[in-house]
T-cell receptor, first 113, second 112 residues
Framework: QKEVEQDPGPLSVPEGAIVSLNCTYS??????FMWYRQYSRKGPELLMY????GNKEDGRFTAQVDKSSKYISLFIRDSQPSDSATYLC?????????????FGQGTTLQVKP | DAGVIQSPRHEVTEMGQEVTLRCKPI?????LFWYRQTMMRGLELLIY????????DSGMPEDRFSAKMPNASFSTLKIQPSEPRDSAVYFC??????????FGSGTRLTVV
């Protein structure tokens, strides 16, 4: 079993739709949770990060962590064609190899005009 | 800030040849990571350094792979000899805090 599981998609939605992207993780020691966005032929870029459980909002993006169910979500409101990209969740623990991020497989999102 | 700089952007080489990928991290960042990305396996951590010292190389697939960081502003990933299954996009990333990575644009390696 992978430490972080993510449905690779692809996910196709019409412009303006609400998008929900999800990951599950297996290690209860994971405390930091991140979402990266990767455009085609580019490196991943940090979109949002959260610590422990709860919600964090940034414009049209909301990151949600539920540690009780080991579930991470990213919501995109009023999705735009420019949101078309691959979204990767990532996590790490607070102990041990603290520099090491574990990434999900990535979900490819297409927003159609 | 020019970001993380990787070279070359593309590399096509024949099986058995030596390949060297280069990375210049962001100035002041004390962590440097090498990742490999393929469609099948996603983003895999190969090795990472903290203050130029290798911390975890458990992701290096085999002895054909080696990485060095001779100073805070330069790192190399070498594959010798290269094989077709090494074909992938190799990313370098750096971080100051250990959890907010900045990735380079990657090197697309094709081994024929």
């Amino acid at each position: 079993q992978k430490e972080v599981e993510q449905d690779p998609g692809p996910l196709s939605v019409p412009e303006g739709a609400i998008v929900s992207l999800n990951c599950t993780y297996s290690n209860s020691a994971f405390q930091y949770f991140m979402w990266y966005r990767q455009y085609s032929r580019k490196g991943p870029e940090l979109l949002m990060y959260t610590y422990s459980s709860g919600n964090k909002e940034d414009g049209r993006f909301t990151a949600q962590v539920d540690k009780s169910s080991k579930y991470i979500s990213l919501f995109i409101r009023d999705s735009q064609p420019s949101d078309s990209a691959t979204y990767l969740c990532a996590t790490r623990s607070t102990s041990g190899n603290t520099g090491k991020l574990i990434f999900g497989q990535g979900t490819t999102l297409q927003v159609k005009p | 800030d020019a970001g993380v700089i990787q070279s070359p952007r593309h590399e096509v080489t024949e099986m058995g040849q030596e390949v060297t990928l280069r990375c210049k991290p962001i100035s002041g960042h004390d962590y440097l990571f090498w990742y490999r990305q393929t469609m099948m396996r996603g983003l895999e951590l190969l090795i990472y350094f903290n203050n130029n010292v290798p911390i975890d190389d458990s992701g290096m697939p085999e002895d054909r792979f080696s990485a060095k960081m001779p100073n805070a502003s330069f790192s190399t990933l070498k594959i010798q000899p290269s094989e077709p299954r090494d074909s992938a996009v190799y990313f370098c990333a750096s971080s100051q805090t250990g959890y907010g990575y900045t990735f380079g644009s990657g090197t697309r390696l094709t081994v024929v």
